[in-house]
């Protein structure tokens, strides 16, 4: 099987979610949740053949893979040299079923004939325990049953499971059902069942997208982003993930490899903000509830990160039977993350909080008592915002008084002074625009270098980070400030690499960065727009489009050089920057159609 690298699509339901690659080989699937033990782990399982499932098609010479419009469901087309097809389809069930949304820790794949006479052979070979390949099965009716000590997988199939087991080849004459998931007997008819999940998710996702508001320019880049933001949703209980995978390593042989199947609280602010903007007010308002709950107990100290269920412990260890992406770990399970101070999450909630109080669509505005728990925040961001933390870029080794920490503190102080003002509430107003003040006058004062003519990662250094973009959409300093487009100038000279941006470019635990983070581009792209340098914003805005795979995803981090995608995946913060930033440069709806 070829090396695709990160050119997977990502199929889900609010509950589970899964990788296909454009041969139709399914390389990761945690169940029963995003976090959960990966059923199928080839991704990461280097070179040894185990923890996936696929269609061998015997002389395939193409393939085509895509996903229907408008949906999370993927259509691949594999065609043998004789000129005989196959498709097959993916997804995981996801519709209104008994007045509640059906979404089981399910996978399904209907594979069909299209011409001539294709000889497939089906491959089921599971996995458990990070990287333990499952030895026993039982075979029964119409299902094969894989259990080992801590998980049990069935395979419900109409295809011949004598030729599953033996992964013995066959002609394909007829279309064949499989549905992978708990060890439940399957109701039903499995043919009809699988037509009628396979229709019914397939009209949910085209019926959630026509309720999305969305601008005239790239509307199916946006879409795509849109429904990946959903399918990173764990809906029970409302958190959304970083991305799905762990451990795909930022650039190669460099040690940084990291679990992001899990919720960042800092993530809150741009993704309720994406979120917003496509009229997406369901996802976020659960999200918000999500992170509110977290922050109900005012006596706990919040982490940066938690579980998709916050009470789940994210201690982080290896898992010593998978070798990694491409053979290159460690993989890690849990993250080390959740015990460090990172002060801007604060501030994160407060601001994610916001459309609570202002968006006149949701059922549920904000009122007094949900202020006074945001207060609680405010007060910890107040006391916190000048002292050392470890930084929104997670630095293991090193506590510094970081800039963007500290205005993400100051923006929290600053919105419950308006949102105080909003509800009436004078001297609460006066009190938190008396708190955030002394802050905002600290951070520009101090994170200057004068030397430098920019902006600074931390007080007292001379060192760039591309989190500073974000001071103007903050509300800290305007984007007509000098000082702001001398920074964006010194970001230019010393972090773009081949139109991308790098974080930072300063050496830190682990050495000089290599890779550039996506997210910085749509940071650095919305910094052009509001310097009034639009075309610059546009043509990079399209030149990023195009580092998407070719089903329109993209990961945490991108090679300068070779254009290839690093980091895990997909990547709920990169596709929250391209909404946003397509929503910020796209040409109205007005000029462009009602115009005409």
Same mark, same amino acid.
């Given at each position: 099987?070829?090396?695709?690298?990160l050119?997977?699509?990502?199929?889900?339901?609010?509950?589970?979610?899964?990788?296909?690659?454009?041969?139709?080989?399914i390389?990761?699937?945690c169940?029963?949740?995003?976090?959960?033990?990966?059923?199928?782990?080839?991704?990461?399982?280097?070179?040894?053949?185990?923890?996936?499932?696929?269609?061998v098609?015997?002389?395939?010479?193409?393939?085509?893979s895509?996903?229907?419009?408008n949906?999370?469901v993927?259509?691949?087309?594999?065609?043998?040299?004789?000129?005989?097809?196959?498709?097959?389809?993916?997804?995981?069930?996801?519709?209104?079923?008994?007045?509640r949304?059906?979404?089981p820790?399910?996978?399904?794949r209907?594979?069909?004939p299209?011409?001539?006479l294709?000889?497939?052979?089906?491959?089921?070979?599971?996995?458990?325990?990070?990287?333990?390949?499952?030895?026993?099965?039982?075979i029964?009716?119409?299902?094969?049953?894989?259990?080992?000590?801590?998980?049990?997988?069935r395979?419900?199939?109409?295809?011949?499971l004598?030729?599953?087991?033996?992964?013995?080849?066959?002609?394909?004459?007829?279309?064949?059902?499989?549905?992978?998931?708990?060890?439940?007997?399957?109701?039903?008819?499995?043919?009809?069942?699988?037509?009628?999940?396979?229709?019914r998710?397939?009209?949910?996702?085209?019926?959630?997208?026509?309720?999305?508001?969305?601008s005239?320019?790239?509307?199916?880049?946006?879409?795509?982003?849109a429904?990946?933001?959903?399918?990173?949703?764990?809906?029970?209980?409302?958190?959304i993930?970083a991305?799905?995978?762990?451990s795909?390593?930022?650039?190669p042989?460099?040690?940084?490899?990291?679990?992001?199947?899990?919720?960042?609280?800092?993530?809150a602010y741009?993704?309720?903000?994406?979120?917003?903007?496509?009229?997406?007010?369901?996802?976020?308002?659960?999200?918000?509830?999500?992170?509110?709950?977290?922050?109900?107990?005012?006596?706990?100290?919040?982490?940066?990160?938690?579980?998709?269920?916050?009470?789940?412990?994210?201690?982080?260890?290896?898992?010593?039977?998978?070798?990694?992406?491409?053979?290159?770990?460690?993989?890690?399970?849990g993250?080390?993350?959740?015990?460090?101070?990172?002060h801007?999450?604060?501030g994160?909630?407060?601001?994610?909080?916001?459309p609570?109080f202002?968006?006149?669509?949701?059922?549920?505005?904000?009122?007094?008592?949900? +202020?006074?728990?945001?207060?609680?925040?405010g007060?910890?961001? *107040?006391? @916190?915002? %000048?002292? /050392? !933390?470890? =930084?929104i870029?997670?630095?293991?080794?090193?506590r510094r008084i970081?800039?963007?920490?500290?205005?993400?503190?100051?923006?929290?102080?600053?919105?419950?002074?308006?949102?105080?003002?909003?509800?009436?509430?004078?001297?609460?107003?006066a009190?938190?625009t008396?708190?955030a003040d002394?802050?905002?006058?600290?951070?520009v004062?101090?994170?200057?270098?004068?030397?430098?003519?920019? +902006?600074?990662?931390?007080?007292?250094?001379?060192?760039?980070? *591309?989190? @500073?973009? %974000?001071? /103007? !959409?903050? =509300?800290?300093?305007?984007?007509?400030?000098?000082?702001?487009?001398?920074?964006?100038?010194?970001?230019?000279?010393?972090?773009?690499?081949?139109?991308h941006?790098?974080?930072?470019?300063?050496?830190?635990?682990?050495?000089?960065?290599?890779?550039?983070?996506?997210?910085c581009r749509?940071?650095?792209?919305?910094a052009?727009?509001?310097?009034?340098?639009?075309?610059?914003?546009?043509?990079?805005?399209?030149?990023?489009?195009?580092h998407?795979?070719r089903y329109?995803? %993209?990961?945490? !981090?991108?090679?300068?050089?070779?254009?290839?995608?690093?980091g895990n995946?997909p990547q709920?913060?990169s596709?929250?920057?391209l909404?946003?930033t397509?929503?910020?440069?796209?040409?109205?709806?007005?000029?462009?159609?009602?115009?005409?």
């Amino acid at each position: 099987m070829r090396d695709y690298g990160l050119d997977l699509a990502v199929i889900g339901n609010g509950r589970t979610a899964a990788l296909v690659d454009p041969d139709a080989r399914i390389v990761w699937w945690c169940f029963p949740r995003f976090d959960g033990d990966p059923i199928f782990c080839r991704l990461l399982s280097g070179d040894e053949e185990k923890g996936f499932s696929d269609v061998v098609l015997d002389q395939m010479v193409d393939q085509q893979s895509e996903y229907l419009r408008n949906t999370a469901v993927v259509s691949t087309v594999l065609t043998d040299a004789r000129g005989g097809a196959v498709r097959i389809t993916d997804f995981a069930p996801r519709f209104p079923r008994f007045g509640r949304m059906f979404r089981p820790p399910q996978l399904m794949r209907i594979i069909e004939p299209l011409s001539g006479l294709p000889r497939i052979t089906i491959r089921f070979r599971p996995a458990c325990n990070y990287g333990e390949p499952i030895q026993h099965h039982s075979i029964g009716s119409n299902h094969i049953r894989y259990s080992a000590e801590n998980n049990v997988i069935r395979l419900t199939t109409d295809a011949p499971l004598s030729y599953i087991e033996r992964e013995s080849p066959f002609v394909l004459t007829r279309p064949v059902h499989l549905a992978f998931g708990a060890d439940e007997p399957f109701q039903g008819d499995l043919l009809a069942t699988c037509r009628e999940f396979c229709d019914r998710t397939r009209d949910y996702w085209v019926d959630w997208v026509r309720g999305l508001s969305i601008s005239y320019d790239w509307q199916d880049a946006i879409i795509r982003a849109a429904i990946t933001l959903k399918l990173s949703n764990f809906e029970e209980t409302g958190g959304i993930v970083a991305a799905h995978t762990t451990s795909i390593p930022e650039a190669p042989g460099s040690n940084r490899t990291w679990d992001y199947r899990y919720c960042w609280l800092r993530d809150a602010y741009f993704v309720v903000k994406a979120l917003n903007r496509i009229g997406a007010t369901e996802t976020m308002e659960e999200f918000i509830s999500f992170t509110l709950g977290i922050a109900a107990n005012p006596d706990e100290v919040l982490q940066p990160v938690y579980s998709v269920v916050p009470t789940d412990p994210l201690e982080e260890r290896i898992a010593p039977k998978l070798q990694g992406y491409r053979g290159d770990g460690p993989v890690r399970i849990g993250n080390a993350a959740a015990g460090q101070p990172q002060h801007d999450v604060y501030g994160s909630l407060i601001l994610a909080a916001m459309p609570m109080f202002y968006d006149r669509r949701l059922p549920r505005p904000g009122d007094e008592s949900l +202020f006074r728990l945001l207060e609680t925040l405010g007060t910890k961001a *107040a006391q @916190l915002a %000048l002292e /050392p !933390d470890a =930084g929104i870029w997670e630095y293991r080794g090193r506590r510094r008084i970081h800039t963007h920490s500290a205005a993400m503190c100051w923006a929290g102080c600053h919105r419950l002074a308006a949102i105080a003002a909003r509800l009436g509430l004078d001297d609460r107003a006066a009190y938190w625009t008396a708190a955030a003040d002394p802050i905002g006058e600290a951070v520009v004062e101090r994170a200057w270098n004068e030397e430098r003519k920019a +902006f600074t990662a931390a007080f007292g250094t001379d060192e760039l980070d *591309a989190s @500073l973009l %974000l001071l /103007p !959409d903050l =509300g800290l300093i305007d984007a007509e400030d000098t000082r702001f487009a001398s920074t964006v100038a010194a970001m230019e000279r010393e972090l773009v690499r081949e139109k991308h941006v790098m974080r930072y470019a300063s050496a830190d635990d682990f050495g000089l960065p290599v890779t550039a983070f996506l997210i910085c581009r749509f940071w650095l792209i919305d910094a052009f727009w509001l310097l009034g340098r639009r075309q610059e914003a546009r043509d990079l805005f399209v030149d990023a489009l195009n580092h998407r795979n070719r089903y329109g995803l %993209l990961s945490e !981090d991108v090679d300068p050089q070779s254009g290839a995608l690093w980091g895990n995946f997909p990547q709920t913060y990169s596709m929250a920057g391209l909404i946003l930033t397509a929503m910020r440069l796209s040409r109205s709806w007005e000029d462009r159609y009602w115009r005409g």
